[in-house]
């Protein structure tokens, strides 16, 4: 569906095009089951298909610079991808993008859970992603954003009642919580670091939407583990507790994009560290997390970034 609205052709002519391809290429692209499967010769198709939108893009902009009153290309405007962990957008991560859309950049922004928003880009979709997964994929690089940091939080209707101690080892099975999906194992994750449970099962809500969890919160469906800065105000005004004021936790989140040479690349890539940096914690410190991020040597944009940190 997606495919034929963007070529603007009928599902004939889309499957005529795509038997075309693969008697070119000798091999098959996408395995015709339902929902349709990418193979790796289609991955790696897709992949150079994005990578030569990444390429156009970049063009529309230089011919921008030089000459800010013409025309584009004459087709429709590029439009690049990433993949970002819900909780970011709903917090730092869009204003971000802002001054990229003013600029006319078309951005798609695919919502996913933080640790499984890397797989959007190791499967060629997206050109960048926003993960806590650290180690970079081949022909990736990896830039540390900074940590966000986490707070237990309810309703005081719904903390006075089930809750009025806070949150502990004794009441936390008792308790129900609200977690955004089926993948996110981040509240059973906070938990057990909270309480050195290895492993750990809760009653769970789920509500696929940063906004949404926290209007769970408020309706005094349960309990849940939200970004400080999504809550800060909240908190401040009275609106929710923080059940574990003593304990904050936090993750490290980090960005990975192509290790490409790209104009467009390189304002993405800048845009997002310089907003994480004055929305976010620094990276923890190996006595509270992992290690620092293992990834090509720093290209022109990190030495760039280095000597304005410097």
């Given at each position: 569906?997606?495919?034929r609205?963007r070529?603007?052709?009928c599902?004939s002519?889309?499957?005529?095009?795509?038997?075309?391809?693969?008697?070119?290429?000798g091999?098959?692209l996408?395995v015709?089951?339902?929902?349709?499967?990418?193979?790796?010769a289609?991955?790696?198709l897709?992949?150079?298909?994005?990578?030569m939108?990444?390429?156009?893009?970049d063009?529309?902009?230089?011919?921008?610079?030089?000459?800010?009153?013409?025309?584009?290309?004459?087709?429709?405007?590029?439009?690049?991808?990433?993949?970002v962990?819900?909780?970011?957008?709903g917090?730092w991560?869009l204003?971000?993008?802002d001054?990229?859309?003013r600029?006319?950049?078309?951005?798609?922004v695919?919502?996913d859970?933080?640790?499984?928003?890397?797989?959007?880009?190791r499967?060629?979709?997206?050109?960048?992603c926003?993960?806590?997964?650290?180690h970079?994929?081949?022909?990736?690089?990896?830039?540390?954003?900074?940590?966000?940091?986490?707070?237990?939080?309810?309703?005081?209707e719904?903390?006075?009642?089930r809750?009025?101690?806070?949150?502990?080892?004794?009441n936390?099975?008792?308790?129900?919580f609200?977690?955004?999906?089926?993948?996110?194992?981040?509240?059973?994750?906070?938990?057990?670091?909270?309480?050195g449970?290895?492993?750990v099962?809760?009653?769970?809500f789920?509500?696929?939407?940063?906004?949404?969890?926290?209007?769970?919160?408020?309706?005094?469906?349960?309990?849940?583990?939200l970004?400080?800065?999504q809550?800060?105000?909240?908190l401040r005004r009275?609106?929710?507790?923080?059940?574990?004021?003593?304990l904050?936790l936090?993750i490290?989140?980090?960005?990975h994009?192509?290790?490409?040479?790209?104009?467009?690349l390189?304002?993405?890539?800048k845009?997002l560290?310089?907003?994480?940096?004055?929305s976010l914690?620094?990276?923890?410190?190996?006595?509270?997390?992992?290690r620092a991020?293992?990834a090509?040597?720093?290209g022109?944009?990190?030495?760039?970034?280095?000597?304005?940190?410097a």
């Amino acid at each position: 569906m997606n495919a034929r609205r963007r070529a603007c052709r009928c599902p004939s002519a889309v499957s005529q095009r795509l038997r075309s391809l693969e008697m070119q290429t000798g091999t098959v692209l996408i395995v015709r089951s339902r929902p349709i499967k990418v193979t790796p010769a289609g991955q790696m198709l897709l992949k150079h298909a994005l990578q030569m939108r990444l390429l156009r893009a970049d063009l529309e902009r230089e011919l921008k610079e030089l000459a800010p009153g013409g025309s584009s290309l004459g087709i429709d405007q590029e439009q690049i991808a990433i993949a970002v962990n819900a909780d970011s957008i709903g917090t730092w991560a869009l204003p971000a993008l802002d001054q990229l859309a003013r600029q006319g950049l078309a951005i798609e922004v695919i919502v996913d859970d933080q640790d499984f928003t890397q797989g959007w880009l190791r499967e060629g979709q997206v050109l960048g992603c926003i993960t806590t997964l650290e180690h970079a994929l081949r022909g990736c690089k990896v830039l540390p954003l900074g940590s966000m940091q986490y707070v237990a939080v309810a309703h005081p209707e719904f903390a006075a009642t089930r809750c009025p101690e806070g949150l502990s080892a004794y009441n936390f099975r008792r308790l129900p919580f609200i977690a955004f999906n089926r993948k996110d194992d981040s509240q059973c994750d906070f938990v057990g670091r909270a309480f050195g449970l290895n492993k750990v099962k809760l009653r769970q809500f789920h509500v696929p939407s940063t906004q949404g969890q926290l209007r769970a919160v408020e309706a005094l469906r349960g309990v849940s583990w939200l970004p400080e800065l999504q809550v800060r105000d909240k908190l401040r005004r009275g609106e929710l507790v923080n059940l574990m004021p003593e304990l904050p936790l936090a993750i490290d989140l980090y960005w990975h994009c192509w290790n490409l040479d790209s104009p467009v690349l390189d304002a993405l890539t800048k845009a997002l560290i310089s907003t994480a940096a004055a929305s976010l914690s620094g990276p923890r410190t190996p006595g509270g997390a992992g290690r620092a991020p293992q990834a090509a040597p720093p290209g022109r944009l990190e030495r760039e970034l280095i000597a304005e940190a410097a």
